[in-house]
């Protein structure tokens, strides 16, 4: 049961430095809301379509134009195949200090009732999520950052976490071994409550993470934050089952929400603040946790 966390119990250290804020302020509602629209422009992006392997490959031509070494990871899911897009930014420090951290989402959709090919818009889940990587992608593109960042786009979420399993399995023991941050978005884009809020779903091994958010929330924004514990049903799950500090952000009271995995999923039930202030709150927190300047 997700717990509401008081104000005051983040407010005692302040993330705040020029280079968190002015890097924070560079997220746009107008390239977020292009994105948005961009992603949804395909008629599905269930795993298996064409339609998801064209949107993959636009995304991934985005990472490549922002300067970010840009790879196609495939993703086997039974007898099918799918991808994941993933692009590293590397940092400035020492080799041996570097750390990574991790920004994800997933970027297929699904329309339960329907096949590969019906209409999946997925404006909330997952597009929400997906052009918030390509907008943090944006925003720190020209940035001087200390450590690794990588940023992960799955596909085969909505078969069972397929994506970011294999993603995970896959790492190296080095790159797993340095990692201190996994931050998940799914469905960030919709008001289910009287007042904006966000939840932070994670476990002990991502208290920290959750702790950085939930500062960076009360920093940066009026979001009301809730804390979970118990995490379940998205990509975050597959870095916490292997030890990894993985948290999942993601809009209030999103049970609320009954028109995921629907054609009702479209971008008119959006909330565009509500994504942009999760947005700034992840971005504040992976900033300080990079070491970053503008
Ligand atoms: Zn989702």
Known sequence: ???????????????????????????????YRQALEDLTAHPTRHSFSSAYRDAARMSADRFAALGYATREEPVAVGGRKTLNIVAD??????????????????LDSINQAGGVNAPAPGADDNASGAAGVLEIARVL????????????????EEQGLHGSRIHVADLSD?????????VNMDMIGRL????????????????????ALAQAAHDTSDLEVFVSLEPFASDHVSFIDAGLPAV??????????????TPRDTLAGLEVSVAISILRMNTAA??????ASA
């Not at 997700?2 to 509602?29: D, F, I, K, M, Y």
């Not at 930014?89 to 997933?106: I, N, S």
């Not at 080095?174 to 996994?182: G, N, P, Q, V, W």
């Not at 999942?248 to 995995?261: A, S, V």
């Open 89 to 106: 930014k590397p940092g400035t420090a020492p080799e041996d200090e570097r750390r990574l951290v991790y920004v994800v989402a997933h």
């Open 192 to 211: 289910n409550t009287a007042a904006p809020s966000v939840l932070l779903e994670g476990a002990t091994v991502s208290q920290h993470v959750i702790d």
């Open 141 to 156: 593109a020209a940035a001087v950052i200390r450590h690794d960042l990588r940023l992960v786009l799955f596909g085969g």
């Open 174 to 182: 080095a790159d797993r071994s340095r990692i201190i941050m996994i």
């Open 1 to 31: 049961m997700p717990v509401l966390l008081p104000r005051s119990e983040a407010s005692s250290r302040r993330l705040a430095g020029t280079e968190v804020t002015g890097l924070v302020n560079e997220v746009s509602a107008d390239t």
């Open 286 to 291: 992976v900033v300080a946790m990079l070491g």
């Open 248 to 261: 999942l952000t993601i809009e209030g009271e999103d049970q609320l929400n009954t028109d995921e995995h």
